[in-house]
T-cell receptor, first 114, second 111 residues
Framework: NAGVTQTPKFRVLKTGQSMTLLCAQDMNHEYMYWYRQDPGMGLRLIHYSVGEGTTAKGEVPDGYNVSRLKKQNFLLGLESAAPSQTSVYFC?????????????FGPGTRLTVL | RKEVEQDPGPFNVPEGATVAFNCTYSNSASQSFFWYRQDCRKEPKLLMSVYSSGNEDGRFTAQLNRASQYISLLIRDSKLSDSATYLCVVTRGSTLGRLYFGRGTQLTVWP
């Protein structure tokens, strides 16, 4: 049982390049989330999904797109990376949407945009 | 006003000390409350949920005051392994699934 995994762990991009971050969970959770964490800002929700084929915007969605084609995977895309997207990205999943239960986080992806 | 505000820290305490963290939340409709722990360069992990009646888990005690919109975490007999950043987290019933994180309070326990 691997829990939540993320690939890649590290990435350096040039401004304007694109990339996709992959999140996978093996806990059969319905709900998945993408966060970014910046110094002094705390974790902020980018997008989330309440089930296969569904996505919704979070607090800071601009510049990102997501897809949930399979229940176990949640992809985060950057179409044209900008230095402001330099951050640590965490994926999370949960079995409960109301918020009573724990969210399980992946190990994070450290992205630098030059 | 931010949804969740925490003591900025950092807190530096000796082993064996008792340390308390405070957190306030701005939305009276907040529904559930948690403390997460985040080690350096690692992902957040749930430390404990916070219940209205207060709850304890070993050396950790969490309290909730809904009237004052205030949450606390008390750590007794601090260990070196308690060194981490502690994140106060709340949810709202009106925004399903969303966790609102405080910026975190950094704790360093020294020998």
């Amino acid at each position: 049982n691997a829990g939540v995994t993320q690939t890649p762990k590290f990435r350096v991009l040039k401004t304007g390049q694109s990339m996709t971050l992959l999140c996978a969970q093996d806990m059969n959770h319905e709900y998945m989330y993408w966060y970014r964490q910046d110094p002094g800002m705390g974790l902020r929700l980018i997008h989330y999904s309440v089930g296969e084929g569904t996505t919704a915007k979070g607090e800071v969605p601009d510049g990102y797109n997501v897809s949930r084609l399979k229940k176990q995977n949640f992809l985060l895309g950057l179409e044209s990376a900008a230095p402001s997207q330099t951050s640590v990205y965490f994926c999370a999943s949960s079995s409960d949407l109301v918020g009573w239960d724990e969210q399980f986080f992946g190990p994070g992806t450290r992205l630098t945009v030059l | 006003r931010k949804e969740v505000e925490q003591d900025p820290g950092p807190f530096n305490v000796p082993e064996g000390a008792t340390v308390a963290f405070n957190c306030t939340y701005s939305n009276s409709a907040s529904q559930s409350f948690f403390w997460y722990r985040q080690d350096c360069r690692k992902e957040p992990k749930l430390l404990m949920s916070v219940y209205s009646s207060g709850n304890e888990d070993g050396r950790f005690t969490a309290q909730l005051n809904r009237a004052s919109q205030y949450i606390s975490l008390l750590i007794r007999d601090s260990k070196l392994s308690d060194s981490a950043t502690y994140l106060c987290v709340v949810t709202r019933g009106s925004t399903l699934g969303r966790l609102y994180f405080g910026r975190g309070t950094q704790l360093t326990v020294w020998p």
